[in-house]
């Protein structure tokens, strides 16, 4: 409406217009900032995923050293001096006298595991040096007595003083153990040019026979095994058994065909020593095939491999046809048989002569730096030698030159390279170190280790292979123990609980990615008394 000079009839002042201008202005900011929230969220949420995704890729999180809780671990009663977790005497009376399967390895539970040290004997010395240590050792580092009267007859060991003192002797060894060597080296020509190089002394026992069928699984063809004693020679020696000559004949006869059954022919036999040899030839094997056969032929479903935990089988393990180099005297003399790669090595999964070669050379880089980082190494302060977790037993050549021998040990869960380390000549076994190894405490002088911890750890606890470690090792002994850079920490932690001494230095190539410990068990003797 307009007034009579044309101009409006009501004409809003300036205040009026700035309110719905101001309403239009919140309501346009409480907009926008209701879509920016929105969009932020969404926003939130996708960089959430993408975080979270990151965290999920081992390629792109740098994971700190593990850490662990420093623990002074307790000293075991004076009574666990001796003791065996797996094969403890104590522990016999709960398992079978069948096949004198109460004597085989049966391992406490994990709530039964001692957490304790094991202290040494009262009046515990650092062993005699070898070689020395081959003709005595110190009573008090095996204080018993029943060993010196149980013994005594067969002159193995006699008391002197404060020393335990090894004449050499044994029930069949009337002229000393080195006559009885010579004259099995007489019978044998194998074991003077190399040919023969690694052992193993047994009894064969009875059940049967199948002690026998274990020995003939492990001995490669054409391999040795020798007998002395009962039977053997029984027309001369049959009084001094306390039986009659027409029961040893029987025995003798009854050992013969059996061993002719599993391809053993009577190769030497002179005096109380018989030798007899494992064919060469596979097709003596297919007499097994006949019905009724005993011992029978395994079949194929037998891995004749598998020896942790495995029962005896009582059959005959035929030997692998493919393996025409592994017999006897298909493999290189000692001691070229230890740098050539083995024909075994290709069963191996990842496994070549171009690996083994590798791993060969390595060792022998890495065994040079470790000599600089324990002198020791080489001198008579290091004598029995453990590579807790070998490949093809690279460590154990590397210091072959060294007067020291290596158990290597060959991972129960790994890739099985044991024949590698055996047809390399060798020794080893089997294990499991989530449980105790196989040996009377204060074994060895020196523990090796590669990067077992990473390998093993997410199958049990650090310190029970630490404490298993601890057992086996001497006093004043050393332990090498190469690891990743996330384990070292943790390991030298639980070290010192047990009263190493240890000290941190780069590899041969200084790589940050790992590290080696170089540990003392340091000597001390028990302040409690006995607690079993």
Same mark, same amino acid.
């Given at each position: ?102 004597? =085989?390895? /049966? ?9 304790? +040290?094991?202290? &040494? #004997?009262?009046? @515990? ?88 069928? =274990?020995? /003939? ?9 020798? +007998?002395?004693? &009962? #039977?053997?020679? @029984? ?298």
């Amino acid at each position: 409406m307009k007034h009579k000079d044309g101009k409006p009839l009501f004409q809003p002042d300036k205040s009026s217009r700035i309110v719905p201008m101001t309403i239009m202005f919140v309501v346009l900011c409480g907009f926008s900032f209701y879509l920016g929230g929105i969009f932020c969220s969404e926003k939130d949420r996708y960089e959430t995923k993408d975080v979270t995704r990151a965290g999920e890729s081992p390629k792109e999180t740098i994971a700190g050293p593990l850490q662990v809780k420093q623990t002074a671990f307790p000293e075991c009663g004076i009574d666990f001096q001796d003791y065996t977790p797996c094969t403890d005497p104590k522990r016999w009376r709960k398992y079978s006298l069948h096949r004198l399967t109460f004597m =085989e390895r /049966h391992c406490p539970s994990v709530y039964e595991r001692k957490e304790c +040290l094991l202290p &040494p #004997p009262d009046g @515990y010395k650092v062993p005699i040096r070898w070689p020395k240590s081959k003709n005595e050792c110190w009573y008090r580092n095996v204080p018993y007595d029943w060993i010196n009267k149980q013994k005594s007859n067969q002159h193995w060991l006699t008391k002197e003083g404060e020393k335990f003192l090894f004449p050499g002797g044994g029930t069949m060894f009337p002229n000393g153990v080195g006559a009885y060597v010579d004259l099995m080296q007489d019978l044998i020509p194998g074991m003077k040019d190399g040919t023969v190089r690694t052992a193993i002394d047994t009894g064969c026992g009875s059940s049967g026979g199948i002690y026998l069928l =274990e020995i /003939h699984r492990i001995l490669r063809p054409g391999g040795f095994w020798v +007998l002395s004693g &009962p #039977p053997v020679n @029984y027309e001369n020696r049959w009084r001094g058994w306390n039986t009659t000559i027409e029961d040893q004949k029987s025995d003798y006869e009854k050992l013969q065909e059996l061993l002719t059954s599993m391809c053993f022919k009577l190769y030497n036999k002179k005096d109380d020593i018989a030798v007899w040899q494992k064919s060469s030839d596979s097709s003596c094997y297919k007499q097994l095939d006949t019905p009724d056969t005993y011992p029978p032929k395994c079949d194929d479903g037998t891995e004749p491999d598998s020896a942790w935990y495995t029962p005896l089988r009582p059959c005959v393990v035929v030997p692998n046809p493919k393996h025409k180099k592994s017999g006897l005297k298909s493999l290189s003399k000692w001691p070229e048989r230890l740098h050539v790669a083995p024909e075994r090595v290709g069963d191996v999964r990842g496994g070549s002569a171009g690996a083994f070669n590798h791993d060969d050379s390595k060792w022998k880089v890495r065994v040079k730096h470790y000599k600089k980082l324990l002198p020791a190494i080489g001198t008579d302060k290091i004598r029995n030698v453990m590579d807790m977790n070998t490949l093809y037993g690279g460590f154990a050549a590397a210091v072959i030159g060294d007067p020291l021998w290596v158990m290597n040990v060959v991972s129960s869960y790994a890739v099985n390279t044991l024949p590698v380390v055996y047809d390399r000549g060798l020794i080893g076994t089997y294990h499991d170190w989530c449980e105790a190894f196989s040996t009377y405490p204060r074994t060895y002088d020196l523990l090796h280790l590669d990067g077992l911890f990473t390998a093993e750890s997410h199958r049990c606890e650090m310190k029970y292979v630490l404490l298993e470690m601890d057992r086996i090792l001497r006093p004043n002994g050393y332990a090498i123990i190469r690891e990743s850079s996330y384990f070292v920490d943790a390991v030298a932690s639980i070290a010192k609980g047990m009263r190493w001494g240890c000290r941190k230095e780069d590899t041969e190539y200084g790589v940050e990615k790992e590290k080696v410990l170089i540990c003392q068990k340091k000597l001390w003797y028990s302040s409690k008394e006995s607690s079993r």
